[in-house]
């Protein structure tokens, strides 16, 4: 994957609204033929007696954030594969990420897979969306990574789980481009705690603090970052859901920028001292969890207690930060399942200019979209409601889908490249609160096709130059050199 993000492919469309429509009536009637025929709603009702004299496609998932369960044959070239839970009390609640390795594939055959036991009644592989594939054969002459990949998918029930919940299965079909691959299949482009490793490798000076220690014995870094006696201190987070790998790329974008060589980053750096932690949960993610530690624990739920090492040690940083200046920005980014485009959860209207200001940054980020939660009961436990009680002036999560743009920015699947360029577009944004501007140009910044205006700096302004040239920043710049990116899972 060296070259991942600068040497991506164009933007791929999600599925037409009539082939989504045409794939689900086609799995449903042949569930229900299988269920007929059983007795009961399985996929596994009928399996074919010439499957055995075929050979078989052999998984795994043994290499760092893995995930698969049981694989059943059904026939020649049709396959079902149980997801597994959060390992722990109350994760069967949480079923979502998946990504297994397949081999002893034949090319130019279809091949159909029936991905079990999710539990979320909603899912956007019923809009269109596809899973991501990666082939090492394909790498190998090409150059090309990972790429949305599978026809005819859909999104159903299937069966009742324990306690009477229902279960659901997505389904899809899949052409594997060489015979004889190595190929991965997951929900979204995996990034690893290897991969986090092997990025911050690339900037040995950057100044690193042990924030905990997770149960698994991983040190959970926080980057020093910018002026150290700011005024003004910003807090980014990521990961706390492991499965959630989106979050990762655009912290990558957020760390490529201000260790970058773009001098527009001193401005930024000038003006404020910020805490970056990219994985909160490295235990999670190196096990291929979906949203929970290894003690089966939502990190987003208990930020405001001491249940676990990695919350005790980010509320200790965030107050620290706090008593040093102005608690400015905290942002703790996330992905989504269910919802299409980059979107905000803010503490009511509180995080609004946060909001503004990063929408005109990028046209990626779906503002009309952001969600104004009152803080209830069961959120007290969020970062961004504990960081808004530690002082936080905008306080937010920030979630981008695991699969797609919102449809007012064209509606294809999000790619690296879009996830990393809003990385550098929240700082800019955290940036022009912090830069009065008096009067905007016209200044446009193009992602892909889609504009969004951007402020201009205040022709009175210290910043003026650096300003101006943020302004006029090339696309290209929103994508990190090729370099420091595995181009292998990490073998536990």
Not at 32 to 61: M, Q, Y
Not at 372 to 393: F, L, M, P, S, W
């Amino acid at each position: 994957w060296e070259a991942e993000v600068s040497n991506q492919s164009a933007l791929q469309p999600t599925c037409a609204p009539a082939t989504c429509a045409a794939a689900l009536r086609k799995r449903l009637e042949r569930w229900r033929a299988r269920a007929i025929v059983a007795g009961r709603p399985s996929h596994r009702a009928v399996v074919e007696p010439t499957c055995v004299d075929t050979p078989a496609l052999a998984f795994d998932a043994e290499f760092e954030s893995g995930s698969i369960g049981k694989v059943s044959r059904l026939g020649p070239c049709e396959y079902e594969v149980q997801l597994l839970p959060d390992h722990g009390p109350g994760g069967g609640a949480y079923v979502q990420w998946f990504c297994f390795r397949i081999r002893q594939m034949k090319p130019g055959q279809s091949y159909t897979f029936h991905l079990l036991n999710l539990v979320k009644a909603g899912s956007l592989f019923e809009e269109g969306c596809q899973p991501v594939l990666f082939s090492q054969k394909r790498m190998a002459q090409s150059g090309m990574g990972w790429s949305r990949e599978g026809i005819d998918v859909a999104y159903y029930p299937h069966s009742m789980g324990a306690g009477a919940r229902k279960q659901y299965c997505v389904t899809f079909e899949i052409v594997f481009p060489f015979e004889d691959d190595s190929c991965f299949l997951a929900h979204a482009v995996p990034y690893t705690y290897s991969d986090l490793s092997a990025d911050l490798a690339r900037w040995p000076t950057a100044r690193r603090e042990v924030l905990a220690v997770s149960a698994g014995g991983i040190n959970i870094d926080a980057l020093h970052l910018g002026k150290p006696d700011a005024c003004k201190r910003v807090c980014m987070i990521a990961r706390a859901h492991p499965g959630e790998t989106h979050a990762s790329w655009i912290m990558r974008g957020i760390l490529e920028f201000l260790l970058g060589s773009e001098p527009d980053a001193a401005a930024c750096l000038e003006k404020l001292a910020w805490v970056v932690v990219p994985m909160l949960n490295p235990d999670g993610v190196a096990t291929g969890r979906t949203r929970t530690n290894m003690a089966c624990i939502d990190l987003n739920r208990h930020h405001h207690d001491d249940s676990t090492a990695e919350t005790r040690g980010l509320k200790a940083t965030l107050k620290e930060e706090a008593s040093k200046g102005e608690a400015f920005v905290f942002i703790d980014i996330h992905s989504h399942s269910r919802r299409r485009g980059i979107f905000a959860i803010a503490n009511g209207e509180d995080g609004d200019p946060l909001v503004s200001s990063l929408a005109a940054r990028t046209p990626l980020v779906d503002k009309p979209g952001t969600q104004r939660e009152a803080c209830r009961a069961q959120d007290a436990g969020t970062g961004r409601v504990v960081a808004a009680g530690e002082g936080y002036r905008y306080s937010l999560t920030l979630e981008s889908s695991l699969c797609a743009r919102h449809t007012a920015a064209g509606g294809e699947h999000l790619s690296l490249r879009d996830l990393v360029s809003t990385g550098r577009a929240i700082c800019l944004a955290i940036l022009d609160l912090v830069v009065e501007v008096k009067e905007p140009s016209d200044c446009v910044h193009n992602v892909d096709g889609i504009e969004a205006k951007e402020p201009c700096d205040d022709p009175d302004a210290e910043l003026k130059e650096t300003l101006g040239r943020i302004n006029n920043a090339n696309e290209t710049n929103s994508s990190p050199e090729a370099g420091g990116y595995n181009a292998e899972f990490k073998d536990f």
